[in-house]
């Protein structure tokens, strides 16, 4: 019974007995301004049109009785003088166990039309990132079914990773590949701007049925409102934060990042915002870290996060891979070079990192990956001279180099349908190396 009776006290205490309201002055471009209600910046707000559905918006900027709102949706159908309710509430985004399997919308509606979501309690989508004195320490590995980055580019459980790229060297199929293959507990992956044909390849085709059933995805298409398409990414992380807070072994996948700093470019451009840096403005660096500081690990489980970027131009140095870059625990370079020679997956080993490989490998790992990725500096660095003038037995590390070489090759590159289990890949690694690896390290 008091379960009965405290569900319809929640109601009550949740209905809001007074509606700020307001009405709209001016629409411009993506920007829309009225005059009140009285709301606050996150704030949610109703705008009622002579249509039979109110337009969801939300506020981003004040400035003396002026409110000025982004929909969520299209703005057909807004004039001069429609009513703008405030809701008193930020957006909330349903959550619960009932979301695996689905594909949700950013406000958590379903995106897959199976009907409703079945849902335990409402999550805020923008929310503080873990206490820093309360984050676990990051000492044990989380597999991610992909040979290169679990033997030479090794990943703690609570890392977070960028996967850096041109367009179409393999950001998606790599995402895809760790979301089939990981050994986390659950998978949350949010398509953020995405082209609305590779949604469904992504989700049928890349992801699969057995993907999907210990995954929830949150989509915002290329074509949706730039609102969406940044709030899009807090949803997703709302979600992944719910499944830690359950103790849970989180892998989110958020592709991609530079989408989300293009959306909150044309929110604050709207809302009169001055560029200070490539035509971004500052709310996109301010808003950068706060989102990619909530994944991680709390006192109860770990998200950990691997956020595509894609480089404008396959410039290194742009402003969102720069930034990006010195936010994350890692970087994962794709090489369009390696791609075109049809090496998949395209990773340039030696322009890679993982910053806590070293915490969740043994010494003899340790070893091992030292000495291949000696191997590939030495190839890479005399490749000239080893095709046109190098002859064969003047130097034993170059020699070396060419006779692992082929070896090398063969062990980074991977199928995009092969699942290769840790225990091969170290094994497979102690073959390339010379070194055997003890079973114990096996973990």
Request: hydrophobic letters at 40%.
């Amino acid at each position: 019974m008091t379960d009965i009776f405290n569900k319809y006290l929640r109601a009550v205490v949740d209905t809001e007995t007074i509606l700020y309201t307001g009405s709209v002055t001016a629409v411009k471009g993506l920007m829309i301004e009225s005059t009140g209600p009285y709301s606050q910046i996150g704030e949610l707000c109703f705008i009622k049109t002579a249509g039979e559905k109110d337009i969801l918006a939300e506020v981003v900027g004040l400035e003396g009785n002026t409110v000025r709102l982004m929909a969520y949706d299209e703005t057909k159908g807004i004039n001069i003088g429609c009513e703008v309710v405030a809701t008193g509430k930020p957006l909330l985004v349903p959550v619960g166990n009932k979301l695996l399997g689905r594909v949700i919308d950013v406000t958590g509606k379903p995106f897959d039309g199976k009907g409703p979501v079945e849902w335990e309690e409402l999550y805020p989508v923008i929310a503080p990132a873990p206490d820093p004195y309360k984050r676990k320490e990051i000492n044990s590995r989380i597999v991610t079914g992909v040979r290169a980055i679990d033997t030479l580019l090794a990943v703690g459980k609570g890392q977070r990773l960028g996967i850096f790229a041109g367009s179409g060297v393999g950001k998606s199929t790599l995402l895809s590949t760790i979301a089939r293959n990981t050994n986390a507990d659950i998978n949350v992956i949010g398509l953020i701007g995405e082209r609305g044909r590779e949604v469904l390849d992504f989700i049928n085709r890349d992801l699969g049925e057995e993907g999907l059933k210990r995954s929830v995805v949150v989509v915002a298409t290329g074509d949706q409102s730039s609102i969406c398409r940044m709030r899009a990414a807090y949803t997703a992380t709302a979600v992944a934060e719910f499944f830690r807070n359950q103790g849970k072994d989180v892998m989110l996948m958020m592709d991609s990042v530079t989408r989300f700093c293009h959306a909150q470019r044309e929110i604050g451009t709207s809302a009169g915002e001055p560029p200070v840096q490539s035509g971004y403005p500052a709310s996109v660096w301010d808003m950068l870290p706060k989102l990619l500081e909530r994944t991680g690990t709390n006192e109860k489980g770990s998200i950990t996060a691997f956020y595509t970027v894609l480089m404008d131009g396959d410039d290194i140095n742009e402003p969102v891979s720069d930034k990006v870059r010195g936010i994350l625990d890692g970087h994962i370079f794709l090489s369009r070079r390696l791609a075109q020679a049809r090496h998949y997956p395209a990773i340039d080993i030696l322009a890679s990192i993982s910053r806590l490989w070293h915490r969740v490998t043994g010494p003899v790992t340790q070893e091992c990956v030292n000495k291949v990725c000696s191997l590939i500096a030495s190839y890479e660095e005399n490749k000239d001279t080893i095709n046109t003038l190098y002859e064969y037995g003047k130097n034993p590390v170059i020699d070396e180099a060419i006779d692992s070489h082929q070896a090398i090759e063969n062990f980074l590159m991977q199928r995009e349908d092969e699942k290769c289990l840790l225990e091969d890949s170290l094994s497979k690694l102690s073959e390339v190396a010379g070194i055997k690896i003890p079973e114990e390290e096996y973990v």
